[in-house]
């Protein structure tokens, strides 16, 4: 069964940070591309950041450029979005997506696989 297990979330002042986990298990996703995605109250999910399969490309929504970063170990079957400078408008349920390609390419073939997503509140 494959799983994805999103951790990290949790309620931060606005300034501060946060690093979400994503554990993968039940497939070998060290050849494929994953990725974030955020769904905020009343709003559709929407595309946070990819990597591709080693870690050497990334993708990020504009929204976030500068701000997350995302980063992978294969060896830990783990990915990464660390977020800095959080705002109001980052609070959403973050959720772990996985692909069955290596590399990125848009949104519906990166979100194959889907976490069940972990809650980010950002306080003013």
């Known amino acids: 069964q494959v799983q994805l297990v999103e951790s990290g979330g949790g309620l931060v002042q606005a300034g501060g940070s946060l690093r979400l986990s994503c554990v993968t298990s039940g497939r070998t996703f060290s050849n494929s591309a994953m990725g974030w995605f955020r769904q905020a109250p009343g709003k559709e999910r929407e595309f946070v950041a990819a990597?591709?399969?080693?870690?050497?490309?990334?993708t990020y929504a504009r929204f976030v450029k500068g701000r997350f970063t995302i980063s992978r170990d294969n060896a830990q079957n783990t990915v990464n979005l660390q977020m800095n400078a959080l705002k109001p408008e980052d609070t959403a349920v973050y959720y772990c997506?996985?692909?069955?390609?290596?590399?990125?390419?848009?949104?519906?073939?990166?979100?194959?696989?889907w976490g069940q997503g972990t809650q980010v509140t950002v306080s003013s």
């Open positions: 997506a996985g692909a069955r390609e290596p590399y990125y390419s848009n949104t519906d073939r990166l979100s194959y696989y």
């Open positions: 990597i591709n399969w080693s870690g050497s490309d990334t």
